[in-house]
């Protein structure tokens, strides 16, 4: 009962995420689909039209084809000489005349194969496209709108578009296939920006004393919302962790991961508004190694990228606490700008994984390349709403698949 319990809830989750990707996608995915359409049907243009020598060539060996049949008919027809021998009365047959014959007809037979051959080398070349470079630099502008219309930083599209070129331009396919390899080769490079996510709740498993995660981010992206979010989860897989109100400068945020804490059971680490976030992380770590807590989350004050002291007190931060992990939590919807953000922070801190909140309302989808491309680390979760369960666990290939490349 309880396996297929399991088994109806991944089901669940899998369609759930399935659905988010969709809309993630939604307008990303058919401008693609028209893009790879257009430049494979281009590319087969140039070889639409057959020249006028080929079709000359081709009725030639058509005909010359018939007259070597008659020849062969006419061969085959021809009657066998016979000498009588009348002391023995049996029939032998002129050897010397049948083997004359016999090599004429290999000779024929032999010319109607290297005809047959010429042709099929000729159809072979027509049948197959080779997209040039000038053709290819249409397309690649188009390709590179297409890209940051739906949110892919422009560094980004134009790797896509590189990596795209040097597996394309100048390849033979067959016409039939084009479009196909087009869509594989995009799979790859995708493929190669995003990175396979860690399984958290695993990681928290396998370390021995408290596992300690620091999130940061920029204002209102969601954080402390998230941090509420994951400690469910963790709840959930029959893991104890400790919050850690880290943020003491923006008003209300103790009292709102406080409500958090209440809501979910779970303890919350607090000092005064203007105390040292450093020393509350510090403090949490603490409380978890003497009651035996799995993990401790800390939250930590929305600062701008642009703002090099306050980058400097989150490097302080993580100075003290050491964490285990540090992850970025910014808005899907973003967009370029996510990309300057995450640089600020990969740099000053270092993270170790991402989360992207407002996938719900997300059409584009294209924040979640750039991210990945920038910082070589994973999106761990997808935020899809305010409640504690609207987060998904980040699926790559299904990302990738709604994109319609999978």
């Given at each position: 009962m309880n396996q297929l319990k399991k088994e109806i809830l991944g089901n669940r989750k899998s369609y759930k995420f399935s659905l988010l990707c969709f809309r993630m996608f939604?307008?990303?995915?058919?401008?693609?689909?028209?893009?790879?359409?257009?430049?494979?049907?281009?590319a087969s243009e140039e070889f639409e039209e057959k020249p006028k020598v080929v079709e000359e060539k081709k009725s030639k060996v058509n005909k010359s084809e018939?007259?070597?049949?008659k020849k062969i008919e006419k061969v085959k027809e021809i009657k066998v000489p016979q000498k009588f021998n009348i002391v023995t009365q049996k029939v032998e047959p002129d050897l010397e005349k049948l083997k004359e014959q016999l090599e004429e007809i290999d000779s024929v037979e032999d010319?109607?194969?290297?005809?047959?051959?010429?042709?099929?080398?000729?159809?072979s070349k027509i049948s197959k496209v080779k997209i040039s470079e000038k053709e290819f630099d249409v397309y690649a502008e188009e390709l590179?709108?297409?890209?940051?219309?739906?949110?892919?930083?422009?560094?980004?599209?134009?790797?896509?578009?590189?990596?795209?070129?040097?597996e394309i331009v100048e390849h033979e396919f067959l016409r039939k296939e084009v479009e196909g390899q087009i869509n594989e080769v995009l799979r790859e490079i995708i493929e190669e920006i995003l990175i396979d996510p860690v399984d958290l709740i695993r990681e928290i498993k396998n370390k021995k004393g408290p596992y300690v995660i620091l999130f940061c981010g920029i204002n209102g992206t969601g954080k402390t919302t998230t941090i509420a979010k994951i400690a469910q989860q963790l709840k959930k897989n029959n893991l104890s962790c400790v919050m850690a109100a880290g943020d003491t400068f923006r008003a209300a945020s103790i009292e709102q991961l406080k409500k958090h804490g209440e809501n979910l059971g779970i303890k919350v680490i607090s000092n005064d508004y203007g105390a040292d976030p450093a020393s509350v992380g510090f403090d949490a770590i603490a409380y978890a190694k003497k009651n035996l807590i799995n993990c401790v989350l800390i939250d930590t004050a929305g600062r701008m990228h642009s703002s090099k002291n306050l980058l400097q007190e989150l490097e302080k931060i993580v100075r003290v606490t050491k964490p285990d992990m540090k992850i970025f939590v910014g808005e899907s919807i973003t967009g370029n700008d996510s990309v300057e953000q995450i640089r600020s922070f990969n740099f000053a801190v270092g993270i170790d994984g991402i989360v992207l909140t407002k996938?719900?309302?997300?059409?584009?989808?294209g924040t979640a390349l750039s991210v990945g491309y920038v910082t070589k680390k994973p999106?761990?979760?997808?935020?899809?709403?305010?409640?504690?369960?609207?987060?998904?666990?980040?699926?790559k290939q299904k990302f990738i698949g709604k994109l319609g490349l999978g």
């Open positions: 939604s307008k990303l995915k058919d401008k693609l689909k028209a893009w790879t359409k257009k430049i494979s049907s281009g018939k007259i070597t049949r010319k109607l194969e290297e005809k047959k051959s010429f042709f099929s080398k000729l159809s590179e709108m297409l890209l940051i219309e739906n949110n892919v930083a422009l560094e980004v599209a134009e790797k896509i578009i590189g990596k795209l070129r040097e996938a719900d309302i997300d059409e584009k989808g999106i761990l979760y997808l935020g899809t709403g305010q409640e504690y369960d609207k987060i998904e666990v980040f699926d």
